[in-house]
Every structure is written in C-alpha cells, then in structure tokens.
C-alpha cells in the first residue's frame, strides 16, 4: 500500500513538468520565439528537483515524510501559479524554484528513501514501482495536456493543474504516509574491524563517484526525446496530438516494462541492470537520429521506454546494495541530484542545438555520445567488480 500510495503521489507531482514538454512550441511563441526559453524552464525545474532532494532528504528524516509531500505539492500549486503569468523570467521562477526546489523535491529523494525501508525482500520491484510514477504521469498527462492547452491555453491547463495537485496529494499523504520500519544498518561492503569499508576493493566514494557520474550521462540522454518529441513531430509536419500519443507510447511502455526490470534487478543485481538497460537506450537514441517515418517514430519510441526504463531505479538500488543504509539519506539524494542535471542538461542542450542548427538530428547525435560515455563507465564498475574477489564482491542487502 505505502509503494503504492507513493506511485500516485508521484504520478501526480510531476505531471507538472509535462505541461510545458506538450506546450513547448505554443509556449515558446508567446516567449518570443526560441524553444530554448521553455526548454530551460525544464531544465531548471529538474535541476531544482534534484538539488532540493539534498535539503528534503534529511528533513524527510527529522520531520517525516508527510510534511515535505505536503510541502511540496502546495510549492507546485505556487509554481504552477507563477509560472503562466506570462513573463520569461517568471516562467523560470515558478519552474525553477517553487516547481523543482521546493515542489517536487519534496516528493522525490524523500519517498525513494521512504519506501526503500519498507522491504527488505524485493526492493527493487518497490522502488521500480514508485520511480514509475514520473513515467506514469509522462503516459497519463501529454493526451490530456496536449487537449487543454488546444481548448483553453497553456497558462488555463498550469491554473488548472496546480490544484489539482494540491487537491490530491495532501488528502493521501495526511492518510497513508505513516512512520517507516526501523532502518537496518547491514552493507554489501567489505567491512573488516580496524579497517575502512572497501566497495570491490576501492574505497567506497570512488564507486559512488563513478555511479553517480554514470547517473549524470545517462540521463543527459534520456531527456531528449521526452522533452522534445511533440515538437519533433510537429517539425516533421505530424500533428501534436500524433506527438503527444507518442510520447505518451514512451512513457507508457516505460512504466510497463519497469516493473520486469525491477524484477529482474532483484535477481541480477543494479549494476547488471544499468549496464543491459544503458545499452538498449543507446540503440534506441540512435533509432531518433535516423528516424522519420511516423509509424516508424512510433516503434522507436516504444523502444527507447523500454530500454530507458531500468536506469532510475537501480541506481538506487544499487546505492543500498553497496553502501550502509544510515547513509541512504544522503547518497539517495545525491544520487538523484546528478540524474536529474543529466535530465536538465539535457532538455536545455537539445533545445540550444536546435535554435542553432534548426533540426534535432545533431542534438540526438549528441545524446548518442552522452549515452556511450555512460555504458564504459558502468562496464568500468562491472569488470571491477569481477575482477575483485572476496566479500565484496557479492551484494548483501541493506
């Protein structure tokens, strides 16, 4: 019930940051032009997502979950309100801060870590669950966005929205989100008495410094074609309700095959995931580069949901796999903190290189590279995890 609460929850908070990904063309007109202005509004609200995890994570902590999901959800409400005011640079504000920072920060870091502490068994189909809730509102909301802002404006669709979710989440958080179990202290490092933990032989930051940097690539890919799909199809002369139904494909089909992954990270492991489901992106960026075709746009959007789709919860998987569970508060934030830069540099990057090449194809190129750099350093991790043998060398759950 507690994963399952947590999906809605999710679902609902960051439908807020679909409105702008199905208006981005309409919304940009009204900015003066240049997609890069929404596209960094995305941007900023990622970024401020992920930064805000390192502040809502401890206070999750020190004042329980429940007030920061509150706080958070009458932030977004707040942002949503700034942002369609109608001037650029509020349009950020509302996105940046109120959105991102306080908003859906409240939301992200601190249920990751909430829910991680109610399994022991099966923790990576529980999280798998819970991280599909940015996807699942990404399969839910574009159709309907895509519909509102055609009837009555994009700034309408953000008023609108913005009490809904305030609506909605804190009723279900004032009820189901209750005090968690009590956090085990095991870790799958080496711990030797009169020793420092060693994670594959390699002190343990040196490994989370190369996950978290693996986080940051990956996602720099991942964000493109979310966040600017319903405009390629619209450049490429398909309708945007064509482009927010594939985009809603993506997403869905992440959210479906999310949940075998979790599955299948609980049996391999997360450092096994990343590195199949790392590959299966990249094949499928690439499928954006040399892509056209409508029908055929539509098959390599449902492969990149399912190549996409392991990545986020089994980076946090494999944080409490490797590292003690009294430091998830801080290195689950971290962790999202780099993923959702990569989200954020991404949108802005593709919006940038499209103002400067007037097509997507370069910027999806470049995504391609981003998405390479990601699978040699999570091969770096997995070959040294083989090549070091002893304790450390298997994962005991946290």
Same mark, same amino acid.
């Given at each position: 019930? !507690?994963a399952?609460?947590?999906?809605?929850?999710?679902?609902?908070?960051?439908?807020?940051?679909?409105?702008?990904?199905?208006?981005?063309?309409?919304?940009?007109?009204?900015?003066?032009?240049?997609?890069s202005?929404?596209?960094?509004?995305?941007?900023?609200?990622?970024?401020?997502?992920s930064?805000? #995890?390192?502040?809502?994570?401890?206070?999750? /902590?020190?004042?329980?979950?429940?007030?920061?999901? $509150?706080?958070?959800?009458?932030?977004?409400?707040?942002g949503?309100?700034?942002?369609?005011?109608?001037?650029?640079w509020?349009?950020?504000? =509302?996105? #940046?801060?109120?959105?991102?920072?306080? #908003?859906?920060?409240?939301?992200?870091?601190?249920?990751?870590?909430?829910?991680?502490?109610?399994?022991?068994?099966?923790?990576?189909?529980?999280?798998? &669950?819970?991280?599909?809730?940015?996807?699942?509102?990404?399969?839910v909301?574009?159709?309907i966005?895509?519909?509102?802002?055609?009837?009555?404006?994009?700034?309408?669709?953000?008023? *609108?929205? #913005?009490?809904?979710?305030?609506?909605? $989440? !804190?009723?279900?958080? !004032?009820?189901f989100?209750?005090?968690?179990? /009590?956090?085990?202290?095991?870790t799958?490092?080496?711990v030797?008495p009169?020793?420092t933990?060693?994670?594959?032989?390699? %002190?343990?930051?040196?490994?989370?410094?190369?996950?978290?940097?693996?986080?940051?690539?990956?996602? !720099?890919?991942?964000?493109? %074609?979310?966040n600017?799909?319903?405009?390629?199809?619209?450049?490429? =002369?398909?309708?945007a309700?064509s482009?927010?139904?594939?985009?809603?494909?993506? +997403?869905?089909?992440?959210?479906?095959?999310?949940?075998?992954?979790?599955? $299948?990270a609980?049996?391999?492991g997360?450092?096994?995931?990343?590195?199949?489901?790392s +590959? &299966?992106?990249?094949? @499928?960026?690439?499928?954006?580069?040399?892509?056209?075709?409508?029908?055929?746009?539509?098959?390599?959007?449902?492969?990149?949901g399912?190549?996409?789709?392991?990545?986020? %919860?089994?980076?946090?998987?494999?944080?409490?796999?490797?590292?003690? *569970?009294? /430091?998830?508060?801080w290195r689950?934030?971290?962790?999202? +903190?780099?993923?959702?830069?990569?989200?954020?540099?991404?949108?802005?990057?593709?919006?940038?290189?499209?103002?400067?090449f007037?097509f997507?194809?370069?910027?999806?190129?470049?995504?391609?590279?981003?998405?390479?750099?990601n699978? $040699?350093?999570?091969?770096?991790?997995?070959?040294?995890?083989?090549?070091?043998?002893? *304790?450390? @060398?298997?994962?005991?759950?946290?």
């Open positions: 019930m !507690v399952s609460v947590s999906l809605v929850l999710a679902a609902v908070a960051f439908g807020a940051l679909w409105i702008v990904a199905v208006g981005l063309k309409t919304i940009a007109a009204d900015l003066g032009g240049a997609r202005a929404p596209s960094l509004a995305s941007s900023l609200a990622w970024l401020g997502s930064v805000g #995890g390192l502040m809502m994570g401890p206070l999750a /902590e020190r004042y329980g979950v429940r007030s920061t999901v $509150i706080f958070g959800a009458v932030s977004i409400c707040i949503l309100f700034i942002s369609q005011l109608g001037e650029t509020q349009l950020y504000l =509302g996105h #940046g801060l109120f959105i991102g920072l306080l #908003g859906t920060a409240g939301l992200n870091a601190p249920l990751y870590i909430y829910v991680s502490r109610w399994f022991d068994r099966r923790r990576g189909s529980a999280l798998a &669950l819970l991280s599909s809730g940015l996807y699942l509102a990404g399969t909301w574009p159709p966005f895509e519909r509102a802002i055609a009837m009555v404006g994009w700034r309408m669709t953000m008023l *609108a929205y #913005g009490v809904l979710v305030a609506a909605v $989440i !804190v009723p279900l958080a !004032v009820v989100l209750k005090q968690a179990p /009590e956090t085990p202290t095991a799958g490092a080496t030797v009169g020793e933990p060693h994670v594959f032989g390699w %002190p343990p930051n040196v490994v989370f410094g190369l996950l978290v940097a693996a986080a940051f690539l990956c996602c !720099v890919t991942m964000s493109m %074609p979310q600017h799909l319903v405009a390629l199809c619209s450049d490429l =002369g398909y309708s309700q482009g927010a139904a594939m985009l809603s494909l993506l +997403l869905g089909v992440g959210v479906l095959t999310r949940q075998i992954w979790g599955a $299948i609980d049996r391999i997360g450092l096994s995931t990343l590195l199949i489901s +590959l &299966l992106q990249g094949l @499928a960026m690439t499928g954006f580069v040399v892509t056209q075709d409508e029908w055929g746009l539509y098959g390599v959007a449902a492969a990149f399912a190549g996409f789709s392991a990545l986020i %919860p089994a980076y946090v998987l494999a944080v409490r796999e490797y590292f003690p *569970a009294r /430091e998830a508060s689950v934030p971290v962790v999202l +903190l780099l993923s959702g830069s990569g989200m954020s540099t991404g949108t802005w990057l593709a919006g940038a290189l499209y103002d400067y007037g997507y194809a370069p910027a999806f190129a470049v995504g391609v590279a981003f998405n390479i750099a699978f $040699i350093v999570l091969a770096t991790l997995i070959l040294r995890r083989r090549h070091y043998t002893g *304790a450390s @060398a298997g994962a005991i759950p946290a």
